[in-house]
């Protein structure tokens, strides 16, 4: 007979004493990524543009303990902010172990009326912000010489197309493109890089939308949008040792979403 594995108790010790940075995570997706980390006993580091939300971010993850928790607020696409940044993770826990860019905007809009103001603005953050925390956070887990691990955060759309949404998902695809391209880098440091590609997800923003938890239900296979404790399992699982031989790659959380691509109407 086969003895029965604690998978909870696995990730707590392989968490425990973990650093971690994560970008735009007051709220949301990135607030419960953050929460369940501390919760495994790994010590955050939380980034919001924020600085009050990021504060009480901070605040009420760390009475969840067991792990630290410490805000950081500013622009996760100002490189000089992204190196303060990590500078802060080490000083604060003597190490950066994971870093988990998170920070993203959505702006819709067809591509008759994107301005370049917007497409910049979208850029800048979900792909910018993306690249150079991953070259930042890396460069500190080279100098450890103990290897790490990279997360993104990219989207369905960048899977498959959704309307109004045309700079959205080229930044997503190109987050996943990173991951792949980043294995050649960094494979020989030990350090991970890989994607989560989140479906329709009940945050305070979507909840806002009357219509959005009946239309995500009705067109998703398994029958609800996502939670952001589900998208907070998937990433726990890619930062920790658990998947240590998973690299470059794209994990979909959208509860079938994706292999019918209805669209929301």
């Not at 940075?21 to 924020?50: E, K, M, P, R, S």
């Not at 410490?70 to 000089?80: P, Q, T």
């Not at 890619?238 to 959208?254: A, C, E, F, K």
Request: charged share 15%.
């Amino acid at each position: 007979m086969r003895e029965k594995h604690d998978f909870n108790a696995s990730m707590n010790s392989v968490l425990t004493n973990q650093t971690v940075l994560i970008t735009g995570a007051g709220i949301g997706i990135g607030f419960a990524i953050a929460n369940a980390l501390v919760q495994q006993g790994a010590n955050v580091l939380l980034n919001d543009y924020d600085e009050e939300l990021a504060k009480k971010a901070a605040e009420v993850i760390r009475q969840a303990g067991p792990g630290r928790c410490e805000a950081c607020s500013g622009d996760a696409s100002n490189v000089a902010f992204i190196e303060q940044m990590v500078e802060t993770a080490v000083s604060t826990f003597g190490s950066l172990d994971i870093a988990i860019a998170n920070a993203g905007i959505t702006v819709f809009g067809d591509i008759f009326t994107t301005t370049p103001d917007a497409f910049q603005k979208i850029v800048d953050v979900n792909l910018r912000g993306s690249f150079f925390l991953a070259q930042l956070a890396a460069s500190q887990m080279r100098k450890q010489g103990k290897g790490g691990s990279i997360l993104f955060m990219s989207s369905v759309v960048g899977h498959q197309a959704h309307p109004g949404l045309p700079v959205y998902s080229m930044t997503k695809a190109g987050l996943e493109m990173l991951a792949k391209q980043l294995v050649i880098d960094f494979s020989p440091l030990g350090i991970t890089v890989n994607a989560i590609a989140p479906g329709a997800t009940l945050t305070e923003r979507t909840l806002d939308d009357p219509t959005y938890i009946p239309i995500w239900s009705r067109i998703t296979p398994m029958g609800r949008p996502a939670t952001v404790e589900d998208i907070a399992n998937a990433a726990l699982f890619l930062v920790s040792p658990l998947s240590r031989h998973i690299t470059g790659q794209s994990l979909v959380v959208d509860g079938g979403w994706t292999s019918i691509s209805p669209p929301p109407v």
